[in-house]
């Protein structure tokens, strides 16, 4: 079954620290992995996109890395700012048929100051 | 912005009720794609339709129902509303066919069923 899972759940932080979160996913055939940023009451951003043969993707203070063997995906989040809290989600995206989308839950992600 | 229009951003109605809920998609996006999404839970797929005519289908109720007209703008109709139904409704839309193409989110219409 085409799953992702996210981990953890949620996370707090102080300001200015780092901190990494988790995507394992079971896609098949597997096209690319997207993390997407969502504010509360808001639409989600995508924040990167990696596709199978890209390791490391950055954007800014945002960087994603992508295991295809292992099915694995962290986004690290550098020198947290108080506007990194937000749910991150990680999209897979495969084509069987049509090009489809598994969203994981998310991880809820609250910097304090 | 992301170019995705939904309208109405609120909306509070009674149980039993229907009600329809409005996408104009990024300009150029054929396809669109509506989520539902319920207090902290994640993204759940309705449906997707591309160039008007239905494409995907997913965890959509029967009392739920969509179209996406010429103009490629969407409704979502959502009818016998129960209060489960209470939730952020979003539309999404990408250039299918363009691959890596990603998902461009509207801001979401928050339905409230009392």
């Known amino acids: 079954k085409n799953q992702v899972e996210q981990s953890p759940q949620s996370l707090i932080i102080l300001e200015g620290k780092n901190c990494t979160l988790q995507?394992?996913?079971?896609?098949?055939?597997?096209?690319?992995l997207r993390w997407y940023k969502q504010d509360t009451g808001r639409g989600p951003v995508s924040l990167t996109i990696m596709t199978f043969s890209e390791n490391t993707k950055s954007n800014g203070r945002y960087t994603a890395t992508l295991d295809a063997d292992t099915k694995q995906s962290s986004l690290h989040i550098t020198a947290s700012q108080l506007s990194d809290s937000a749910s991150y989600i990680c999209v897979v995206s495969f084509t069987s048929g049509t090009y489809k989308y598994i969203f994981g839950t998310g991880t809820r992600l609250k910097v304090l100051a | 912005d992301s170019g995705v229009t939904q309208t109405p951003k609120h909306l509070i109605t009674a149980t039993g009720q229907r009600v329809t809920l409005r996408c104009s998609p990024r300009?150029?996006?054929?396809?669109v794609y509506w989520y539902q999404q319920s207090l902290d839970q994640g993204l759940q797929f309705l449906i997707q339709y591309y160039n008007g005519e239905e494409r995907a289908k997913g965890n959509i109720l029967e009392r739920f129902s969509a179209q996406q007209f010429p103009d490629l703008h969407s409704e979502l109709n959502l009818s016998s509303l129960e209060l489960g139904d209470s939730a952020l409704y979003f539309c999404?839309?990408?250039?299918?066919?363009?691959?890596?193409?990603?998902?461009?989110f509207g801001n979401g219409t928050r339905l409230t069923v009392t």
């Open positions: 300009s150029g996006d054929l396809s």
């Open positions: 995507c394992n996913y079971t896609v098949s055939p597997f096209s690319n």
């Open positions: 999404a839309s990408s250039t299918t066919g363009v691959r890596n193409s990603p998902l461009h």
